[in-house]
């Protein structure tokens, strides 16, 4: 595991330096992890390092070298060495043909997310990208990380392994047994770390070992998450053949708010709300986050598309395919938990409409394509503003629903024999088995190699194209059809976003072309009263309902601090949510195809 390995430096053949970190956290209350870099076998006069800008399974540049102070530099007999800092992310030592280094920095972490860092009295977490710094050019050296907790009853946990103990002393490091091995710096960032207290839970799934570590209080049920979380784990094996791995690492954080995941290819980091459990429709959502990140340890940890291939950590990494990575990912974190006979097939059509409506109700989804989406993850998903929903869709939502309508086209044309299951399975044996990136046109070509169809129209259509997807069209076969609801009794349309921030109904966003938009109305306008009586976020909907379409009201609010009345015409009403049911009369062959993709008898299905 630590044997030594070579690098080539101005034509010569020299023993590689070995590379270990120390994390410390003495004092957890000040949220400063104490880090120290050591490099052995330096063989030249200068030491670049560098700090990644940003984490694979999260698009977005977040500049983590903002929270590192107090760097410095010396040598193996402790004088310091000159250094500065050249970029952002970019430290420049002169080693003066030193061939030991110790490099000493702090990370601030009071962040508690999947892909940052959060150090407090409870626990330390943190993700290695916002952490550890790389040597450009070595990235592939392996590195050793010892872990020393503040106090003798925390425990360490990531999915690397352990170095024994005559392993880490070979290393230069004195151990309590808590050294990791990573191979190179791709593993080490693709490893968080917890450290404190939390729970641990061991159990097997599909003759593998793994391990549950919960940190926080809640409701959940262990012993039904890890029931479920198994069944889902026996579900995507079955798709794929089998685990990738030989243990494998759920962390879930249990947290005031927020939820989210980050996958990694023997790990995910869960953040959940700590109260979210007991609702049926809340647990839903998070087992529906169970199923989207393990997926990933298939789609995006080991198939990926060509961008993603080779990470760079010093900027943003480009592709068009996001809407397959995530998008499709998240299509089956809906159908996962059904084939797992968590939920029924009337929670996974009400799932499914709940997408569609999301979806339906954005205007960006007429303005940016899903290839375009992905493309520009790095300047927009992470990035929402005023007019971010008049002007972009989502890749995780648009490349779910499209992979929705490729699942349904490939069923209806081979009668159930095929599906968007196939698409999975032939990528992974094309690419991700062998980690080869793909290319927008490879992934083009399995899907209509799979299909049996052309799929030129389609791709130009709805994934590189802004066309409504035409879900009537994909779901008929099926005995199904999509309708919006209780139009009857929605308000005339306006086409404002209000929220009620610290005592002040805000207006958040206005749709492009609305009444309100026509108007002059900002996001940003603090609403006051319509027609002269005051009107709140809660009661705005309420309140419109009083009114017919092209009926004339006087809106009133502060813009930019000055008072304004505005007159604003209203338009007929939008729907507002749409729902999967099933079509009168279905023949024979929709009620196949129907049993056939989900299961169940469509006569015996009532939404």
Not at 355 to 365: D, H, V, Y
Request: charged share 20%.
């Amino acid at each position: 595991m630590t044997e030594a390995t070579s690098v080539r430096s101005n034509n010569v053949l020299t023993t590689s330096p070995k590379l270990s970190y120390q994390v410390a956290m003495s004092q957890p209350t000040s949220h400063l992890f104490e880090v120290t870099l050591q490099v052995k076998n330096w063989q030249a006069e200068q030491l670049d390092l560098k700090m990644p800008v940003w984490t694979p399974g999260s698009y977005l540049v977040r500049e983590y070298s903002k929270h590192l102070q107090d760097f410095s530099a010396t040598a193996s007999n402790g004088k310091p060495l000159v250094w500065q800092k050249i970029k952002k992310n970019h430290w420049q030592i002169k080693t003066v043909g030193g061939t030991e280094i110790k490099v000493s920095y702090r990370i601030f972490a009071n962040d508690l997310t999947v892909r940052t860092n959060h150090l407090d009295v409870t626990h330390g977490y943190f993700n290695p990208a916002a952490l550890c710094f790389y040597l450009p050019g070595l990235e592939q050296l392996p590195i050793a990380i010892a872990i020393a907790p503040p106090y003798p009853s925390w425990q360490v946990t990531t999915p690397l392994p352990l170095l024994a103990a005559a392993e880490a002393e070979s290393w230069g490091i004195k151990t309590d047994g808590k050294v990791f091995f990573a191979s190179d710096f791709d593993t080490l960032v693709d490893s968080p770390f917890e450290i404190g207290n939390h729970q641990i839970y061991n159990f097997e799934a599909e003759s593998k070992s793994h391990q549950l570590a919960v940190w926080g209080e809640g409701n959940a049920k262990i012993a039904k998450i890890i029931l479920d979380i198994q069944r889902i784990i026996a579900v995507e094996a079955k798709m794929f053949g089998g685990l990738p791995y030989d243990n494998y690492l759920f962390l879930l954080h249990l947290a005031t708010s927020g939820a989210g995941g980050l996958e990694h290819k023997n790990a995910c980091t869960l953040n959940y709300h700590r109260f979210g459990f007991r609702q049926p429709d809340k647990y839903h959502r998070f087992i529906q986050l169970v199923a989207h990140e393990f997926f990933h340890l298939w789609n995006v940890k080991r198939l990926r598309p060509k961008g993603l291939e080779v990470f760079d950590y010093d900027g943003e990494n480009y592709t068009p395919s996001l809407w397959f990575s995530e998008g499709t990912t998240s299509y089956y974190d809906l159908v996962i938990p059904y084939r797992a006979q968590i939920y029924d097939c009337k929670a996974y059509l009400d799932g499914l409409s709940k997408e569609i409506t999301r979806l339906q109700t954005i205007p960006g989804r007429l303005v940016q394509p899903a290839s375009e989406s992905s493309f520009d993850a790095w300047i927009k998903l992470y990035r929402q503003e005023a007019n971010s929903n008049n002007s972009q869709i989502s890749y995780y939502l648009k490349g779910e629903m499209v992979s929705l309508l490729l699942d349904l086209l490939i069923r209806a044309r081979h009668k159930n024999q095929r599906s968007l299951d196939d698409v999975m399975v032939k990528m992974w044996q094309d690419f991700g088995k062998i980690e080869v990136g793909f290319t927008p046109a490879e992934l083009k070509a399995v899907i209509e190699t799979v299909a049996d169809t052309n799929l030129d129209d389609f791709f130009a259509n709805y994934i590189d194209g802004t066309e409504e997807l035409p879900f009537n069209e994909y779901l008929a076969p099926f005995g199904l059809q999509l309708v919006f609801e209780n139009q009857e009794d929605l308000p005339p349309f306006i086409g404002i976003t209000v929220k009620n921030e610290g005592g002040h109904d805000i207006i958040k966003f206005v749709e492009t072309a609305s009444p309100a938009q026509a108007a002059s109305l900002d996001a940003g306008d603090e609403l006051l009263a319509i027609n002269g009586w005051r009107v709140t976020a809660e009661q705005i909907g309420d309140r419109l309902k009083d009114y017919q379409p092209g009926d004339t009201i006087e809106v009133t609010v502060f813009h930019q601090d000055r008072l304004r009345i505005v007159s604003v015409t209203l338009a007929q009403p939008r729907p507002n949510r749409y729902q999967i049911i099933p079509v009168e009369n279905p023949n024979s062959i929709q009620q196949e195809n129907f049993a056939g993709w989900l299961g169940v008898k469509l006569p015996n299905f009532e939404v």
